[in-house]
């Protein structure tokens, strides 16, 4: 099966509370699914840290302390830093209009506010 969901990112004061309930999910999380999910993202506009890029952690697929497994899946910059400072990059991915990536979603990741330019981007999903 495969989802498609088209989505803009504005620049705009808006909460982050605000964003996320509009599944603009500024904050990191990891998506608890079936294991046979799989997203591939394209931007259709440049993209780059100010313009809403995704953010990731790499390695973080398998590296939860069980205090992130026992909670929610949404956890604050603060906390994931100083738990994945040991060998953990936090990703920035950051493209022209027209370039993509593919990602297991079990990691945590978020897509960054945008500050300066408005970010447009194709996500699908197979499952």
């Known amino acids: 099966m495969c989802r498609l969901r088209l989505q803009w990112s504005f620049v705009a004061t808006a909460s982050d509370r ?4 509009n599944w603009h999910t500024v ?3 990891y998506d ?8 591939v993202i ?3 506009t440049d993209t780059d840290r100010n313009s809403g890029a995704h ?3 790499t390695g973080s697929h398998d590296a939860k302390s ?9 956890r604050d910059d603060v906390s994931l830093r100083a738990h994945y400072k040991n060998g953990r990059a936090f990703q920035i991915i950051e493209g022209k209009a027209g370039s993509g990536f593919i990602e ?3 990691c945590f990741h978020r897509a960054r506010i945008p500050v300066s330019a408005p970010r ?3 996500q699908l999903r197979y499952s």
Do not use: P
Request: charged content about 20%; overall charge negative.
């Open 55 to 57: 953010e990731l952690i």
């Open 42 to 44: 394209f931007y259709l």
């Open 18 to 21: 605000y964003r996320d309930a």
């Open 66 to 74: 069980m205090k992130f497994l026992l909670s929610s899946a949404r």
């Open 104 to 106: 297991d979603t079990s």
């Open 27 to 29: 904050t990191f999380h």
């Open 120 to 122: 447009l981007a194709l």
């Open 32 to 39: 608890v699914q079936d294991l046979d999910i799989l997203y």
